[in-house]
Every structure is written in C-alpha cells, then in structure tokens.
C-alpha cells in the first residue's frame, strides 16, 4: 500500500533532519529563546520584509488555531470560519473548549467573502448573542482552494471597517505561495492581516508552525497563553532549527513546487478522461468524483481520504502528496487509474 491521505505521513525533508541531527548534542536555552529559534525569525522577517512583527514558534496547527484565538478573543467573541474550515470539523472542538463561538459559513469552494461575513455581523446584533470578532481563512482552504491577494486584501479591508480581527491559517501554505496561480505573497500576509501562521508540519517539517503576529494588540502576553494552552515546545529549539532550514535557499519553496507538481501530474489523469473535482483544487490536495467502484478498487493498492457521497454511485476522495511523495508512484498510480477509467 502506498499512501496518499495526507502530507504528513512522512517524517521530514532531508535537509531538515539533517539540521536535526548535525545539532543533537548541542546544548540551547529551551522554550524557543535559543539562538536557533532567533536565526529562523530573522530569516522569516526577511522574506516578510517586516521587522516589526511577533514571531512564536508552536508544536502543531490545532495548538497555533486555538491559542491565537482564545488569546486574541474577550469570552464573550466568537470567529467566523468557514463552515469545512479546520477549526470547525477536524479540531475535536478545541476552540470552543476554549470558550469561543466558531460561526459557520455555507462555502462551496471553501472561501468566504466579505458579504457573507456581513451576513453573520447582522445577525449578531446584541449582548443576547456572541460577538464576532475574528475571521479565520486557510490558504489552501481544507478543499485545496486558494485565495488571491485581492481577496486577501478586500478581507482585510472589511476586516479594519468593522473591528474585526482576519486571522489566516497557513498549515499547507507552502503549496499555495509556490503555484503559478498564486498572487498572494508572504509580504502580503504580513500587509493585509492580524495574525497568520506558516505551516511546518504538513510543509517538510517534522513538526511544527510559525505564527506571526502582526497586530500590536495581539503581541502582549502571548506566550503566558502558549504556555497556558499547551503549544509551548520545552526543546523549542527543535523548532527553530526546522524552521531556519526550511528558509535558507529556498528550500520552503522548492517543497510547495515539488508537491504541487506531483499533484498537477495526478489531476491531469482524472481531467483527461473528463473527470470532475469536487472543487477546483490547483494546490497538492486533489478532491476527484469516482464511481464507488473505482474507488474501491483504488484502495486495494493506495491509501486515500473518503469525503463524501455525490449520488448513489459516486464519491469523492481526497488524494494528497507531499515533499517525499515518489515521483514512481505518481507514475504507477497514473497508469493504474488509466487502465481503471478505460
């Protein structure tokens, strides 16, 4: 069996675990004050082009998702997300362990617009309800979709106007910045909002996501909640070590682009024989509507992620690769769906 589910069934880049290994013995200052955990937030504020960021090194996606909200949010304020948005299916309701609200938003694509953002602030109008106060987006969204920097941005704006917080997961990020469909930029992450993380686990990491924060009122305090909440690593430096490998020479990029291209080698299987997507996913996830019995007989050699049912003889599967996805079997999973779909 050769696994497809997701992009963290690996350990780690090559170059990651070397870093890893050629430190061991090393002795650091724990809780990411390390001089590693320095560096990486050098290199970091350097491809931002902002000095005057917070940089906070946390062990996982659940861990930045639910620390960044319960410290950014009164108990009384909920966040705004998508309704497949992480923090909403795949978080065991960890943000609202934390007291806050998470309010849904129909999407068929996995993003949400200012208008029906708008439509959950009028329907909140009074002490009786929770206040919204943050709006949470991933880029890729949970169904490989990807925002523009123009949607970003008119986020953000909407954001500012209405004395919102826009608060951005990056867990697979580094798929989004290297398609050649993206115009978002890490620059503009750090322009257009409060708060974002840079995803390590699910990007070549062993672990591991880079949360950034930009709004001077969310920087007081924050790591008595990381503390708090569990998200503060003791050997933090195994953080920094990661994260400062992951941006010298690229090498967070070149993962984005050699992942994409696996995926794009994938897709165009399924699109060639007129194959439909549950949504027009150009990052590393691939979300492919099959008959049940192609399905069944693709799990007899891969392992895949079941969605959903579109109709009595046909679901979608979530197919996805990653830095150390076999390009060979890429390859052999090409030829074996082609002489399926024949």
Do not use: W
Request: with cysteine.
């Amino acid at each position: 069996m050769y696994s497809f589910k997701s992009d963290y069934c690996e350990g780690a880049h090559p170059q990651v675990m070397e870093a890893l290994v050629r430190t061991n013995f090393e002795q650091t200052t724990g809780y990411s004050q390390d001089e590693y955990c320095d560096q990486a937030r050098l290199k970091i504020k350097e491809q931002l082009k902002r000095d005057d960021v917070d940089i906070h090194f946390l062990v996982g996606g659940t861990q930045a998702n639910l620390t960044v909200i319960a410290s950014a949010l009164k108990p009384y304020q909920a966040c705004i997300a998508a309704d497949t948005g992480h923090i909403n299916v795949h978080e065991t309701g960890a943000v609202e362990a934390t007291g806050h609200k998470v309010l849904t938003i129909f999407s068929d694509d996995g993003k949400i617009t200012c208008s029906q953002v708008q439509q959950i602030l009028n329907e909140h109008t009074d002490e009786h309800m929770v206040q919204p106060k943050m709006i949470y987006i991933s880029n890729p969204t949970e169904v490989g979709t990807i925002y523009s920097a123009e949607e970003l941005k008119a986020l953000y704006a909407f954001a500012k106007e209405n004395n919102l917080y826009l608060f951005v997961d990056g867990a697979r990020l580094a798929s989004a910045l290297a398609l050649t469909e993206n115009s978002m930029t890490l620059e503009d992450l750090a322009n257009y909002s409060d708060v974002f993380y840079i995803g390590g686990t699910k990007c070549g990491a062993l672990f591991g996501e880079a949360v950034v924060i930009v709004n001077e009122s969310l920087k007081p305090d924050f790591r008595y909640m990381m503390k708090q909440r569990g998200g503060m690593l003791a050997k933090g430096r195994l953080l920094g070590i990661q994260f400062l490998t992951l941006f010298e020479n690229n090498l967070y990029f070149q993962i984005g682009e050699y992942e994409n291209k696996m995926a794009a080698r994938m897709r165009d299987v399924f699109i060639q024989h007129g194959l439909t997507f549950l949504a027009d996913s150009p990052s590393n996830q691939l979300f492919p509507i099959l008959k049940d019995s192609v399905i069944e007989a693709i799990g007899e050699k891969y392992e895949y992620t079941y969605m959903q049912r579109i109709d009595p003889q046909h679901s979608c599967i979530r197919l996805v690769t990653s830095f150390a996805t076999n390009a060979k079997k890429v390859e052999e999973f090409i030829s074996d769906v082609e002489n399926l779909l024949k």
